[in-house]
């Protein structure tokens, strides 16, 4: 990627322009709320509904492509897209704006939670919150399922990810692997098992089906993608040369790094790992303060995986050392930023022209198609340790004979977040409220119950 490559974009075969392209990719930042579900969602309705920028098949395959990636899919997949429209300019921009929003919401909320987050009426909205938040995950394993699973070895696959994860603490990228070796084997043996729907027939989109001419610049990929790696890297060599890797600032350069490599699936698959790590080992927050996190990235625009944002900013806030504790905080959550999604740019455009170039390919569809349906038992796992976290006060791991499993302490179950998580449940499921009103409304009941004399702590 040089500057020319960024300053000067050719005049599209499709007509679209750059700067038309940038407002449309700045309204799609806009309305991402509620996680890669919805957001996947959103981006469809415009790319692919109201604009007719590429078809279904295109942006299914763009999609499983993205979630076989390492990294938050439905950024990766706007920078897809950008990149197929815009070549590197496009892919930038649109991925970039993708981020901002919620990148800056994060920040702001982070501070005000950090500063007055113990404040019991403010409590008592992230209690609300949290029940919102286990909706709409719920809410993403049935979308990404019905999408997802259509026959019976992609069910089978689903629920073998999920009980690896949940039972014996799989590592994602084994099962991500897993899935993709099982996939490609079928569709060697002609088994339409993992088999995708096929792109329609052309001419139904602006780009079409052919391959735009930039799509073939194999080397140009691995140039960009140099720059990325620099641009990545050479900030975490420094950090740790300057300070040492047990400082809190190259643990969360290193951890983070880490997650962007080896986390398959975007941020549901990834989150739960985090939580557990930043909880149980470093120690840089409470389970009930990772909802909180999430409660705060599901009430902004933009990935759900800027939560690693709000984990980074309290680690670090709390962890200052010799910087003041906000200055430390807000460095904490943007360098976490940073080598969150700088590798998402160099992983996307380098594998992009393979995969488009492999679009027609039947052992690679089902790869990518059974990965897809590994992601939805991941999806599943965190529904459920979200929901352990969220209805009970108390949750104990269980170690021993292969197993690793959080159970929950009984005597701990708090009847008002099971009540305000069930009714979360049927609004968003049974009577399709929308995403604003469920986590307003949940808000507003947490509160509530804190006038009423509830303990929402």
Same mark, same amino acid.
């Given at each position: 990627?040089?500057?020319?490559?960024?300053?000067?974009?050719?005049?599209?075969?499709?007509?679209?322009?750059?700067?038309?392209?940038?407002?449309?990719?700045?309204?799609?930042?806009?309305?991402?709320?509620?996680?890669?579900?919805?957001?996947?969602?959103?981006?469809?309705?415009?790319?692919?509904?109201?604009?007719?920028?590429?078809?279904?098949?295109?942006?299914?395959?763009?999609?499983?492509?993205?979630?076989?990636?390492?990294?938050?899919?439905?950024?990766?997949?706007?920078?897809?897209?950008?990149?197929?429209?815009?070549?590197?300019?496009?892919?930038?921009?649109?991925?970039?704006?993708?981020?901002?929003?919620?990148?800056?919401?994060?920040?702001?909320?982070?501070?005000?939670?950090?500063?007055?987050?113990?404040?019991?009426?403010?409590?008592?909205?992230?209690?609300?919150?949290?029940?919102?938040?286990?909706?709409?995950?719920?809410?993403?394993?049935?979308?990404?399922?019905?999408?997802?699973?259509?026959?019976?070895?992609?069910?089978?696959?689903?629920?073998?990810?999920? #009980?690896?994860?949940? /039972?014996?603490?799989? +590592?994602?990228? @084994? !099962?991500? =692997? &897993?899935? $993709?070796?099982?996939?490609?084997? %079928?569709?060697?043996?002609?088994?339409?098992?993992?088999?995708?729907?096929?792109?329609?027939?052309?001419?139904?989109?602006?780009?079409?089906?052919?391959?735009?001419?930039?799509?073939?610049?194999?080397?140009?990929?691995?140039?960009?993608?140099? #720059?990325?790696?620099? /641009?990545?890297?050479? +900030?975490?060599? @420094? !950090?740790? =040369? &300057?300070? $040492?890797?047990?400082?809190?600032? %190259?643990?969360?350069?290193?951890?983070?790094?880490?997650?962007?490599?080896?986390?398959?699936?975007?941020?549901?698959?990834?989150?739960?790992?985090?939580?557990?790590?930043?909880?149980?080992?470093?120690?840089?927050?409470?389970?009930?303060?990772? #909802?909180?996190?999430?409660?705060?990235?599901?009430?902004?625009?933009?990935?759900?995986?800027?939560?690693?944002?709000?984990?980074?900013?309290?680690?670090?806030?709390?962890?200052?050392?010799?910087?003041?504790?906000?200055?430390?905080?807000?460095?904490?959550?943007?360098?976490?930023?940073?080598?969150?999604?700088?590798?998402?740019?160099?992983?996307?455009?380098?594998?992009?022209?393979?995969?488009?170039?492999?679009?027609?390919?039947?052992?690679?569809?089902?790869?990518?198609?059974?990965?897809?349906?590994?992601?939805?038992?991941?999806?599943?796992?965190?529904?459920?340790?979200?929901?352990?976290?969220?209805?009970?006060?108390?949750?104990?791991?269980?170690?021993?004979?292969?197993?690793?499993?959080?159970?929950?302490?009984?005597?701990?179950?708090?009847?008002?977040?099971?009540?305000?998580?069930?009714?979360?449940?049927?609004?968003?499921?049974?009577?399709?409220?929308?995403?604003?009103?469920?986590?307003?409304?949940?808000?507003?009941?947490?509160?509530?119950?804190?006038?009423?004399?509830?303990?929402?702590?």
């Amino acid at each position: 990627m040089d500057a020319a490559d960024l300053m000067t974009v050719p005049p599209p075969h499709h007509g679209v322009s750059l700067r038309e392209a940038t407002v449309v990719w700045a309204r799609i930042a806009a309305l991402s709320f509620g996680g890669p579900a919805g957001q996947i969602a959103v981006m469809h309705r415009i790319v692919v509904e109201e604009r007719r920028w590429v078809d279904e098949g295109r942006f299914l395959h763009a999609l499983n492509v993205c979630m076989l990636l390492p990294g938050p899919e439905a950024q990766q997949l706007a920078t897809y897209l950008g990149w197929l429209m815009h070549r590197t300019a496009g892919g930038v921009i649109a991925g970039v704006l993708f981020v901002l929003p919620g990148a800056v919401s994060i920040m702001a909320l982070s501070i005000v939670y950090a500063l007055y987050g113990q404040v019991p009426a403010i409590g008592a909205l992230f209690f609300g919150l949290k029940a919102a938040v286990l909706a709409i995950v719920l809410q993403a394993v049935l979308r990404v399922g019905r999408r997802a699973l259509r026959t019976r070895a992609q069910w089978a696959l689903a629920a073998a990810s999920f #009980l690896g994860i949940f /039972l014996f603490a799989l +590592p994602f990228p @084994a !099962i991500v =692997l &897993a899935a $993709g070796l099982i996939g490609f084997a %079928a569709a060697q043996a002609g088994s339409a098992a993992f088999a995708g729907t096929g792109p329609p027939a052309g001419g139904g989109s602006l780009l079409g089906d052919a391959l735009p001419a930039h799509t073939r610049d194999r080397r140009g990929a691995f140039r960009t993608a140099a #720059l990325c790696l620099t /641009l990545w890297l050479v +900030p975490v060599g @420094a !950090i740790l =040369l &300057a300070r $040492g890797s047990g400082d809190v600032f %190259a643990r969360i350069a290193t951890f983070f790094s880490t997650m962007a490599v080896v986390t398959f699936g975007g941020a549901y698959a990834a989150l739960a790992y985090v939580a557990q790590q930043a909880v149980e080992n470093f120690h840089w927050l409470q389970p009930r303060e990772m #909802l909180d996190g999430l409660g705060l990235a599901e009430t902004t625009p933009g990935p759900l995986i800027m939560v690693m944002q709000f984990v980074a900013f309290l680690g670090a806030y709390r962890n200052s050392g010799e910087l003041a504790p906000l200055t430390a905080g807000i460095l904490g959550g943007l360098l976490a930023t940073w080598v969150t999604f700088v590798p998402c740019f160099l992983f996307v455009f380098l594998a992009a022209p393979f995969a488009e170039a492999l679009r027609g390919n039947a052992r690679v569809v089902g790869a990518l198609n059974a990965v897809t349906a590994a992601v939805v038992g991941v999806i599943l796992n965190l529904a459920v340790w979200f929901s352990l976290h969220t209805i009970f006060r108390e949750v104990q791991p269980v170690r021993g004979l292969g197993f690793a499993l959080d159970v929950p302490v009984m005597g701990s179950l708090d009847p008002a977040a099971l009540a305000l998580s069930l009714v979360a449940v049927v609004a968003t499921l049974r009577f399709g409220l929308g995403l604003a009103t469920v986590l307003g409304g949940c808000a507003a009941a947490g509160l509530m119950l804190y006038l009423a004399g509830y303990a929402t702590g």
